[in-house]
């Protein structure tokens, strides 16, 4: 896929300025959202603040985990336990659209950095506060990690299966939150635009990623008021099929695709068993299907599986390795990714912004910044503003 250069066309979020000072995952990708959009974004950082500069494999000082979440910010040194340092942080602020932090409550009042003290100083600043397990409440001033939200939200025996309960291998409460609270962050500017009032905007990590990853397992919560049968949620879909060389996962839902599946498998005798004559039943009895068919795919190579599901009209895809992904075909043509060379850290890869725009294109193509690397231009920013100027 071709990306424009990076000065060409500035994206939507061009014009917006966010003072930035998270730390780790949640904060950090919600305002890596936002510069991909074209937003301005100051990380405020003292040495040692985030410890995801440190984390492993790093190169040249950079760490890979940090480039992903922090590619085109803006990177200050500030002491944010002194007074001058609080004062340069105002002084930014009463300049800026938005203030970010993902502190545990209590932490930015006692910096001075607070929703009251920074909305007297712009009260049309967007506020955004992003916890474990938000301001209030017996969990509201505990550390949270991905794997304590993971746990606590009710996923991990589904996830598990039959098994012990297990957590999804990626920090995905993290970045669910974070693409929350982007989402929230750009409602917040709209509003703005359309009434002038600022606002603090809270999202916690549990709301948030309960949010996305309990949808399905509220369909036995849903109707408090009704007696009904509980869904099974242990699906057979989920399950993979393996191939002579890989395996290879989908979906059959509806009745005209099982009986193009046991066809094109040659199990025609499938063909009007009642177990699979309408959608929720095919799922339910998806293991029963597929232990029959398991030996026929075996016997295939997932290229040829594939294409036989592909001329039957059933949605199959190959089960890749991460290596084979970032490779494919697939992941070219949907712009997966984006390359560009930077004169320090050669050929970078990114994750690419997933929607595409026709008039104001987002942008990934930016490396992330190093601790303290725009000290100078942050100092003339607020020189010409008439405001002093402390950044260390």
């Not at 595409?356 to 000290?375: C, D, I, Y």
Request: hydrophobic share 40%; aromatic share 8%.
């Amino acid at each position: 896929m071709t990306l424009p250069e990076p000065s060409a066309t500035p994206g939507p979020c061009a014009g917006i300025r966010i003072v930035d000072m998270s730390s780790m995952i949640a904060g950090p990708f919600c305002s890596q959202i936002l510069a991909d959009l074209g937003a301005e974004v100051i990380r405020i950082e003292a040495a040692g603040s985030d410890p995801m500069r440190a984390k492993y494999p790093v190169y040249k000082g950079m760490s890979a985990m940090f480039e992903q979440m922090n590619r085109g910010k803006k990177s200050v040194c500030i002491d944010v336990k002194s007074e001058e340092g609080r004062q340069l942080i105002h002084q930014l602020v009463a300049q800026a659209d938005m203030f970010l932090q993902n502190s545990r409550p209590g932490v930015m009042e006692r910096l001075g950095l607070g929703y009251d003290v920074l909305k007297a100083i712009n009260d049309k600043l967007i506020y955004v506060s992003v916890s474990g397990f938000g301001e209030v409440g017996p969990y509201a001033t505990r550390p949270a990690y991905d794997m304590m939200i993971q746990g606590l939200t009710g996923f991990m025996p589904t996830q598990g299966g039959e098994g012990d309960p297990a957590p999804i291998r990626t920090t995905l409460a993290d970045r669910v939150t974070a693409m929350w609270a982007s989402h929230a962050a750009l409602a917040a500017l709209l509003h703005r635009e359309r009434t002038g009032e600022g606002q603090k905007v809270t999202v916690d990590m549990a709301s948030a990623y309960a949010a996305c990853i309990v949808v399905d397992q509220m369909q036995n919560h849903t109707f408090q008021s009704a007696e009904l049968d509980e869904v099974d949620l242990y699906l057979g879909s989920y399950r993979s099929l393996k191939t002579a060389d890989g395996a290879a996962i989908g979906m059959i839902l509806q009745p005209a695709q099982f009986n193009r599946f046991v066809t094109a498998l040659g199990c025609e005798d499938m063909l009007g068993d009642e177990r699979f004559a309408e959608p929720m039943s095919i799922l339910q009895n998806t293991d029963e299907l597929y232990d029959r068919v398991a030996s026929r795919v075996a016997a295939m190579t997932t290229k040829q599986f594939i294409e036989l599901m592909d001329e039957a009209q059933i949605p199959f895809s190959k089960v890749n390795t991460m290596e084979e992904f970032v490779a494919s075909d697939e992941a070219h043509h949907c712009g997966v990714f984006a390359e560009f060379d930077d004169p320090e850290w050669g050929t970078i890869k990114h994750i690419n912004y997933p929607a595409k725009f026709g008039g104001s294109p987002a942008n990934a193509r930016h490396r992330a910044p190093k601790l303290g690397e725009h000290n100078e231009e942050i100092r003339q920013l607020l020189a010409k503003s008439g405001a002093r100027t402390d950044a260390g």
